[in-house]
């Protein structure tokens, strides 16, 4: 067992169980499994999502969908059901080989009556099939000899939070697979399940088929004897009518195809696929055992979460992994996930991008709702590309009263995020295709947005953005937050530079992109007198950015004062309260000038990153923040900050820091993590011009290495620092 | 089949599959279940609700939990499964029994293979045994000889309209009977089902367990001969924490002490019972076999909804008959469904009545919330007795946007309306002991409310209710609702009247009540003094009384104009422009005229009659308006008016007359036509002198015989018009 590579659990929890289905996560881009064991427990919450599979529900209007559980098998042992909180638990033993998504369970079990068994489980997500799941158990009596009785099902009735997505439509049973046919109740996305389950290399005794409505169940019976091992085999397949015509027939066929004992089938291209990803996308660290594994963890997760085949999905906030805002995605996938595909794996950055793209009549939809020009790209976004962000939610304390969500109504600066992102995207990988069959046409749209959003201030002569949520979600309604105003601003500059090279580099394309949007030079004149008059917030004073007209009059809080606290301090004083004072949720300016290095002189990132950073609720605020943090600290060489903030980002899953990692992954923190140690301690810079490295490792650190591509090429780093060298 | 007592389907019609579910309901005062089909139907809306077992649910806080269902049962002929949207429906039938509650199919099937079998199922909930449902499948192939399996189990995955509510706990099987442990999710009460299914008189050729978790199923065996019937029985119980300690040991030995074949058993002292109650409670009818049969309908749907056991629970506004207002309980109770029971059952009214006793905790906390003293009962009531009216739903046409549902808040006369049920129940019953024990206490502290809700208006040197919705919830936060000032003047009238009557009859049980309430002599003067001073609206020149400040300014809209409309105006106008109209959802001042007749001359009535009656939805607005119509159109002799509103509120359900028959039974229009025909047909009037009879009957009835109880003494009234003396 590599500790670099595997993820551990020594002790058997009943009260941690959801944290740590969500540590055990398994998956491969199309589907996302929880680590909930095979047998059930009180209290766990075992999940399995599928992409882009979303329907209605309410308050949240969409969510992703539970599928019905190919996890779960039923162990009955000389007549007693295996259960880890009956008996004696005499060994457990997980992990979670993070090089190719293997998950292991070992344990000694005495049973109630006292009968000892050991019994292993492994199981994955195929990386190759994507449809495809395998699992294995092997069981050894060791001081009996009796029946061994499994069962093992495909439960219709599978809920979301107590809530039912699926209607039934059918079931049956052939060649020892049992098959489920299901819908969505309002998208009327179509499933079709089946799953094969045997004794590895011997015929069941007995095979019985439980033809229960909505729950088609098969049993097998067989003679454990003391000391021999038994292995049983499950392997599943799902497929639904987003992925083909007849998804049941798919899923039959796709089990019938395999070899009787499929599992070396499965796992050997299964485990390549793996290599060739990592072989992409790890980042290699040593003289730092914990970092590398938590790292590692966190680029596990981006890996399993990002589809490879459908560009109509994104990534959602909490992956596939939880329930956590239901599978809506955010800027979280623009500006915090995104960079680690858009430099390791272009064509993932690629898919993601064109996500944005095919959901651009959402956006416009959007916009002309609220009254403006262009598209407006929603803050929450699911299965349609429309807002999905609710508008309202009941109050935790008293379920009569209901909290107003805003951030989709005026948290407007994921547009020009999503812009960002197309640049970046397009700077490194060089897809000139990409812009200009997609990217362009995102970035008019959105520039065209913001000309209709910006309001003419007479009195000071400029264009002003009020009443919107910055990045920053502790404050909202604010005028002229910097973050979106100095965004819009390079953005529309953005806009006027892409239609000069477009016109250059493919002027038939920007002939019809321009008659597509009903776009005409007047219109690029007005990105750019926009632009140019845009209020961007700097006092040549203090170098100080405010981050919205009135923050630096708010009250102060002392949060030092307040250390030890277990929740954030919207959480404890309330909205209206929070609203009121200078704590952020998360980094506002500092995000600006992480996202703009170039923009702002150091001994100005310095100063704000100063008084920013007392002001901000780094601990139980948005998980977004400590990446962002740690970036900027490298930037300011100060690297024990960084590499403090770098820790509590690594560990927000693992040591579940925020208390609320039950919920899924926190993707961005994720990403963001990635981005602090290639922008952070290793300095990579990029520009049109190139790219550029100005390491500045942790102490700890004897080394660092990581690949990325550069306009279709692959860069090598591999960093020691000198300090090192000699050893 | 007896017409006058029989409802009758006969064809099978899959797209009414829920209106028949709900006309065809089966009950007992302890559960409810809906008319589904033995086997399942996609659209069906299959529940069988307790009453009392609420769970906590979102938007509308709790709601009656649909239990895993008994009526299940697949029938497979000869390898093919019954179902009668396969193959050819030779012949249909279907018959509630409305003396006693057994519901009848007959079926001539053939299957798609061409084999043909007749199948007749019979089924009732038990009266006498009100934990205990039977049911009987006859069989007889036709054309063929073959074999027969059965399947039959019990779905802890139930749902509330895709809400799961149940923790499954256990299951198994013992003795041909099959059980299921189970719990509330938030409400945490526990339910014991059992059930047992056999081919009475042989033994099954195969009988197996499926013993899938959460669907515990079994399935029988044994061979079909052609033209030789085989009959099937199931009995299956329920029980539930709120009942017994230990529900499932309940639910097992109830079934385990029942002979083999348990039918007879159980029906013969269940038609004894249910006898005894059309005794009680039955209205005859000559001349008019429709409106015998519809009556009947209505207030067999009374009698099965009423529990005789449980004083904490209520009905709610559809019984226990479907998920519409999800088992809350309005004034539809004390107002609509009470007066039934206080004339024909009275310990059912005393029940009913205690359950607002019971709850007068939710009523002070109710009032101490909103800043006031005394007990303010809930607009919504279910479990707790606390106020369940949503107070935000989501807008079907966006549901990003809400509407505040405002009854929960300000429709506040249901305070009155218990008072008024009491005090009828008083008058009618003589139960003094209710009134010392429970009725007192009630009337005081609701008095005691008023009190702190008045508003005294200097100027005008009364006291009024400003900001409230009356009866007619068209209209919301208006000052001044007639009914509402009328009613809380009579109430505190009454309180202090019955303060005199406890000194004398039960002194110590008024110094008691004094003590408990904190109540002193000066209240009672506030009592009498607010009375004299409540504002009670009533124009001397017009003789009208004003609905509330400014209705009459209110602009008219002609309904005339707007027949054939298939919606209520409120749907067609929006909920703020009908707030502007003069547009009655229901009576209101009328409704006031038909609680205190006395109050008003006729002239009066007749004039507010007229004014009022073509200002009134009483198509598609509230179902409780057309009974209270038809009383006063019968007080006011216009008994063709009064008839044709009696056939309103008579088929509302039977014929979906306002197209949501679907949601449950109009309770309060079925307890309304019960006062149709003996307030207003009949013209009982009662008051603390005595009673006496007004008849006038419409002109085809021949006959019109009821009974009621008057303080103890059963009254027969035998009402024979002269018109018809000589035929």
């Given at each position: 067992?590599?500790?670099?590579?595997?993820?551990?659990?020594?002790?058997?929890?009943?009260?941690?169980?959801?944290?740590?289905?969500?540590?055990?996560?398994?998956?491969?881009?199309?589907?996302?499994?929880?680590?909930?064991?095979?047998?059930?427990?009180?209290?766990?919450?075992?999940?399995?999502?599928?992409?882009?599979?979303?329907?209605?529900?309410?308050?949240?209007?969409?969510?992703?969908?539970?599928?019905?559980?190919?996890?779960?098998?039923e162990i009955i042992l000389a007549g007693e059901r295996f259960?880890?909180?009956?008996?004696?638990?005499?060994?457990?033993?997980?992990?979670?080989?993070?090089?190719?998504?293997?998950?292991?369970?070992?344990?000694?079990?005495?049973?109630?009556?006292?009968?000892?068994?050991?019994?292993?489980?492994?199981?994955?997500?195929?990386?190759?099939?994507?449809?495809?799941?395998?699992?294995?158990?092997?069981?050894?009596?060791?001081?009996?000899?009796?029946t061994l009785e499994i069962r093992?099902?495909?439960?219709?009735?599978?809920?979301?939070?107590?809530?039912?997505?699926?209607?039934?439509?059918?079931?049956?049973?052939?060649?020892?697979?049992?098959?489920?046919?299901?819908?969505?109740?309002?998208?009327?996305?179509?499933?079709?399940?089946?799953?094969?389950?045997?004794?590895?290399?011997?015929?069941?005794?007995?095979?019985?088929?439980?033809?229960?409505?909505?729950?088609?169940?098969?049993r097998?019976k067989?003679?454990?004897?003391?000391?021999?091992?038994?292995?049983?085999?499950?392997?599943?397949?799902?497929?639904?009518?987003?992925?083909?015509?007849?998804?049941?027939?798919?899923?039959?066929?796709?089990?019938?195809?395999?070899?009787?004992?499929?599992?070396?089938?499965?796992?050997?291209?299964?485990?390549?696929?793996?290599?060739?990803?990592?072989?992409?996308?790890?980042?290699?660290?040593?003289?730092?055992?914990?970092?590398?594994?938590?790292?590692?963890?966190?680029?596990?997760?981006?890996?399993?979460?990002?589809?490879?085949?459908?560009?109509?999905?994104?990534?959602?906030?909490?992956?596939?992994?939880?329930?956590?805002?239901?599978?809506?995605?955010?800027?979280?996938?623009?500006?915090?996930?995104?960079?680690?595909?858009?430099?390791?794996?272009?064509?993932?950055?690629?898919?993601?991008?064109?996500?944005?793209?095919?959901?651009?009549?959402?956006?416009?939809?959007?916009?002309?709702?609220?009254?403006?020009?262009?598209?407006?790209?929603?803050?929450?976004?699911?299965?349609?590309?429309?807002?999905?962000?609710?508008?309202?939610?009941?109050?935790?304390?008293?379920?009569?009263?209901?909290?107003?969500?805003?951030?989709?109504?005026?948290?407007?600066?994921?547009?020009?995020?999503?812009?960002?992102?197309?640049?970046?995207?397009?700077?490194?990988?060089?897809?000139?295709?990409?812009?200009?069959?997609?990217?362009?046409?995102?970035?008019?749209?959105?520039?065209?947005?913001?000309?209709?959003?910006?309001?003419?201030?007479?009195?000071?002569?400029?264009?002003?953005?009020?009443?919107?949520?910055?990045?920053?979600?502790?404050?909202?309604?604010?005028?002229?937050?910097?973050?979106?105003?100095?965004?819009?601003?390079?953005?529309?500059?953005?806009?006027?530079?892409?239609?000069?090279?477009?016109?250059?580099?493919?002027?038939?394309?920007?002939?019809?992109?321009?008659?597509?949007?009903?776009?005409?030079?007047?219109?690029?004149?007005?990105?750019?007198?926009?632009?140019?008059?845009?209020?961007?917030?700097?006092?040549?004073?203090?170098?100080?950015?405010?981050?919205?007209?009135?923050?630096?009059?708010?009250?102060?809080?002392?949060?030092?004062?307040?250390?030890?606290?277990?929740?954030?301090?919207?959480?404890?004083?309330?909205?209206?309260?929070?609203?009121?004072?200078?704590?952020?949720?998360?980094?506002?300016?500092?995000?600006?000038?992480?996202?703009?290095?170039?923009?702002?002189?150091?001994?100005?990132?310095?100063?704000?990153?100063?008084?920013?950073?007392?002001?901000?609720?780094?601990?139980?605020?948005?998980?977004?923040?400590?990446?962002?943090?740690?970036?900027?600290?490298?930037?300011?060489?100060?690297?024990?900050?960084?590499?403090?903030?770098?820790?509590?980002?690594?560990?927000?899953?693992?040591?579940?820091?925020?208390?609320?990692?039950?919920?899924?992954?926190?993707?961005?923190?994720?990403?963001?993590?990635?981005?602090?140690?290639?922008?952070?301690?290793?300095?990579?810079?990029?520009?049109?011009?190139?790219?550029?490295?100005?390491?500045?490792?942790?102490?700890?650190?004897?080394?660092?290495?990581?690949?990325?591509?550069?306009?279709?090429?692959?860069?090598?780093?591999?960093?020691?620092?000198?300090?090192?060298?000699?050893?």
């Amino acid at each position: 067992m590599d500790k670099l590579w595997t993820l551990q659990q020594t002790s058997f929890s009943p009260l941690k169980l959801q944290h740590n289905e969500t540590v055990f996560m398994q998956g491969n881009g199309y589907m996302g499994t929880r680590g909930a064991f095979e047998e059930r427990y009180p209290g766990e919450e075992r999940t399995t999502f599928v992409h882009g599979v979303f329907d209605d529900v309410p308050i949240v209007f969409t969510e992703l969908v539970n599928f019905p559980d190919w996890l779960n098998i039923e162990i009955i042992l000389a007549g007693e059901r295996f259960c880890m909180t009956d008996g004696q638990l005499l060994e457990f033993g997980r992990s979670l080989d993070l090089r190719n998504g293997l998950l292991n369970r070992k344990v000694l079990w005495r049973s109630p009556k006292g009968l000892t068994t050991s019994l292993e489980f492994k199981r994955f997500v195929s990386f190759t099939d994507v449809h495809l799941t395998c699992m294995q158990v092997t069981i050894i009596a060791q001081d009996y000899n009796g029946t061994l009785e499994i069962r093992s099902g495909l439960n219709a009735n599978t809920d979301n939070l107590n809530y039912k997505h699926w209607e039934w439509l059918g079931q049956g049973f052939e060649d020892q697979t049992i098959w489920l046919k299901l819908k969505t109740k309002s998208t009327k996305i179509v499933a079709g399940m089946a799953e094969r389950l045997q004794i590895v290399g011997e015929t069941a005794l007995e095979s019985d088929f439980w033809d229960v409505t909505g729950c088609p169940t098969l049993r097998l019976k067989t003679t454990l004897t003391a000391g021999h091992p038994l292995q049983i085999e499950k392997v599943a397949a799902i497929f639904t009518s987003r992925d083909v015509n007849d998804p049941l027939e798919m899923a039959k066929n796709k089990l019938a195809a395999l070899p009787k004992a499929a599992w070396d089938e499965l796992w050997n291209p299964h485990v390549l696929c793996w290599e060739e990803n990592w072989n992409k996308s790890d980042v290699i660290i040593e003289g730092d055992e914990k970092a590398q594994l938590a790292l590692r963890f966190n680029l596990y997760n981006l890996l399993i979460a990002a589809s490879r085949y459908d560009e109509h999905v994104n990534i959602g906030a909490k992956t596939l992994s939880g329930y956590g805002y239901r599978g809506h995605s955010f800027w979280d996938t623009e500006i915090f996930i995104l960079p680690y595909f858009t430099f390791t794996q272009p064509d993932i950055a690629r898919n993601l991008l064109s996500y944005r793209y095919h959901n651009l009549p959402g956006a416009r939809e959007k916009a002309q709702a609220n009254g403006f020009e262009g598209a407006q790209f929603p803050w929450e976004s699911a299965g349609s590309g429309r807002e999905v962000t609710p508008t309202w939610v009941p109050n935790p304390d008293d379920p009569t009263k209901l909290i107003r969500i805003w951030t989709g109504d005026i948290q407007i600066h994921i547009s020009a995020d999503i812009a960002f992102a197309i640049w970046q995207y397009w700077i490194v990988s060089g897809d000139d295709d990409f812009m200009v069959k997609r990217g362009a046409e995102i970035i008019l749209d959105t520039a065209r947005f913001w000309v209709s959003r910006a309001e003419w201030n007479q009195e000071k002569e400029r264009y002003e953005f009020n009443k919107v949520i910055g990045p920053d979600e502790n404050h909202d309604h604010v005028n002229n937050n910097a973050y979106t105003n100095y965004l819009v601003h390079w953005h529309l500059q953005l806009a006027v530079q892409l239609v000069k090279w477009l016109k250059k580099h493919d002027p038939l394309a920007a002939t019809r992109l321009f008659a597509l949007l009903e776009l005409n030079e007047n219109d690029i004149d007005q990105f750019k007198k926009i632009a140019e008059k845009i209020y961007r917030p700097f006092d040549a004073d203090t170098k100080l950015v405010e981050q919205f007209d009135g923050y630096f009059a708010l009250q102060y809080i002392d949060l030092k004062a307040l250390e030890g606290r277990k929740e954030s301090i919207q959480g404890m004083l309330g909205i209206e309260k929070t609203n009121q004072t200078q704590i952020l949720k998360q980094p506002d300016v500092i995000m600006l000038m992480n996202l703009f290095p170039d923009e702002f002189d150091l001994d100005v990132i310095r100063k704000n990153y100063q008084f920013y950073t007392e002001r901000t609720d780094l601990t139980y605020g948005s998980s977004l923040g400590p990446s962002i943090q740690s970036i900027v600290a490298s930037r300011l060489q100060m690297v024990d900050q960084a590499y403090a903030y770098f820790l509590q980002a690594a560990f927000t899953d693992i040591d579940n820091l925020r208390g609320n990692a039950e919920d899924g992954i926190h993707a961005a923190s994720a990403g963001g993590l990635w981005q602090t140690v290639v922008f952070g301690f290793a300095g990579l810079r990029y520009e049109n011009d190139g790219w550029s490295l100005n390491p500045q490792l942790p102490p700890t650190w004897k080394r660092l290495a990581f690949k990325f591509r550069w306009r279709g090429e692959e860069i090598k780093v591999d960093l020691r620092p000198e300090r090192y060298a000699e050893t």
